[in-house]
Each structure stands twice: as C-alpha cells, then as structure tokens.
C-alpha cells in the first residue's frame, strides 16, 4: 500500500506548477563555481533528500537495481508511442544479449543508433532506458538498438566492452536484415553507456574494423587514474556522488588496471582516426572534466568534434526530461545531433 502511494505522488511532487517552484528555488538558486543550478532540477533535488530516500550505494546490488529503475516512473515523461518496439537477441562473446529495436516508421534503410545505457556498469537495463530510447528512436528518426550488455559484479571485466564489440559488428553485418544501413551507424550511451561508446571506437580501430558514422558520448567517465576538480565541486548531493562512483568501480574495476584504455578511453595512447564525436556535457557534474578533456584530446587528434555543455544540468538527465524542461530541451538536442554528424 505505501509503495502503490509512494508511485502515485511521487510524480506529482516532482511536477509542481511553475510558480510555486519559482517562489521556492528560482530566487536563491544554488551557485557553484559560478554556475546556477537549474531550478527545475534544484527542486527534485529538494524532493528527494526530503524524501531521505537511502542511496544506491548504502544496499545490496539487487536493491540498487530495483531502485535506479524506478527513476523511469518518476523522472521520465510518459512513454511515447512508435510504429514497432521488437526485443532483439544478439550473439555474443559469452552468450545471447537481449535487446531491444526502436522503429520510427516503416521504412526500410534507416541509418542505425546502437545504444548503450549508463548505470556505471553495474545497474540499468533496456527497461530503465526505455524513454530514451524512445525519444532519440522518434527524434531523431533513426533504428534505435538497446543493448543489454553483461553487468558486474555478475560479470568480470571486460565483458560490458567485449559485449559492445560484438553488438557493434553484428548489427553492422546485419543492418539489411534489420531494416537499416551498415554504413550509417551511431554509437551511443550516456554515463558507462558513453564510456563504452568511447571504448568501443578503440576497439574497433586496434582490430582492424571500420569506424562507426559517429559516436555520441553523454557525460562520459573517460579517466579512472587523475582525481579532478569537478569531481571535487560536484562530488556531494547532486546525484551522482563520490560515494556511489567508488561503489561501482569496487563492484566493477577492482584489480583492474585504471590506465587500461578500456577503462580510461583518455589514457590511450592514440586516439586518432575515431569516429567524428559528440561530447554531452553538464556542467553540475562529477565527471564535467572527463568529458571536456577527451573531447580536447579527440580534436588534437584531427577527430572530427562538436562539443556542448548544459551547464544547470546534473549527470543523469537523460532520465529526467518529464520533470526537467531543460532535460526534454538537450534530449531534442542530441537526437538533432545524431541526424548531422560532426
């Protein structure tokens, strides 16, 4: 009963009307560093400490999961409709991968998104990015594909990387069949999603495969081994926090070597002849300088970049856009992106 209770106003206290979020937040927004935080999302952030709601990393796995996957229900917007949403199953190095194919329309030869969720490689699914997907598939108007790639601490690494690396070739040797092309494909993710977007355009260069059409990276981790200063201002009760960052890596990179490129995309030693690149940004969080230094080292590389910062967003706005205006606004953003490459 409490939690059928919890669902029903949850959403409502995270949508209050406009004025009323104005007279409690709009006037002394939090300021760091310069910036002011949205206040659309200073007020779900006031929402959820009021709601002292325990943090992912204070239980076990299985709880974590069931709890980010709420974030669906409460943050996103309703789902939208499409002509056809099919699971897919995809060989992989280890065994099938369940996925997902977001269909814009009927038509045949469309160019291909290859999608890749966040949850820091060890929570998220295809369910938790469902809106998404959904809203990138009917934006963008391309063949989303959601890839439910092996998660730790289940899966040692580097099964998530090894996971993209087949989903990528697959689907590029089966785009006909699936009703797409193979010489237009995106790569995609945000967070760890975006990680292995980054990855996986190394990958595909040291083996030899061609490069994606582009590849979009949505606030990216991209350096394990340097402490930053955004990970230092932005570290503390915006989402995303030190604490539940060193939970993952312990559940996740325990015993791996932090300077792996698989790991750490920025200490590779060439990162030269990648797919043209998009790096999300926002600008209240941890991992603000990852994404800004790896767009920096793409372009001194002659890779092809286009770079954006929404800086009163917080990590994780992807999954905020029915409770965040200015989310639903970068969401529209980067489906126009992913229709003109860099």
Known sequence: MLRRAEIALGPRLLRPPEPLVQR????????IDGRALDHQTQWVLLVTRFASRVPLESGSVERARREYGRMQVFMGEPLLPLPAIEPLVI???????????????????????LYFHGGGGVIGDLETHDG??????????????????????ENTFPAAPDDAFASFVWVRDNAAKL?????????????????LSAVLCLMLRAEGESQPTQQVLIYPATDRTTPTRSRSLFGRGLFLTEELMQWFEGHGLTGVDPQDPRVSP??????????????ITAGFDPLLDEGVAYAARLREAGVPVRERCYDGLVHGFVQMTGVVSAARRAMLDIAADVRLPP
């Open 91 to 113: 060989p992989g190095p280890a065994g099938p991968l369940a996925a997902r194919i977001y269909r814009p329309s009927a038509a045949r030869e469309l160019p291909i998104l």
């Open 266 to 279: 920025l200490r590779a030693e060439d990162v030269s002849g990648l797919a043209p690149a998009t790096v």
């Open 179 to 195: 009703g797409g092309t193979p010489d237009a494909i995106t790569v995609a993710g945000d967070s760890y999603g975006g990680t």
């Open 24 to 31: 409690l937040v709009a006037r002394r927004p939090l300021r």
């Open 132 to 153: 998404t997907c959904r809203t990138l598939a009917r934006e963008s108007g391309q063949l989303v594909i959601s890839v439910d790639y092996r998660l730790a601490p």
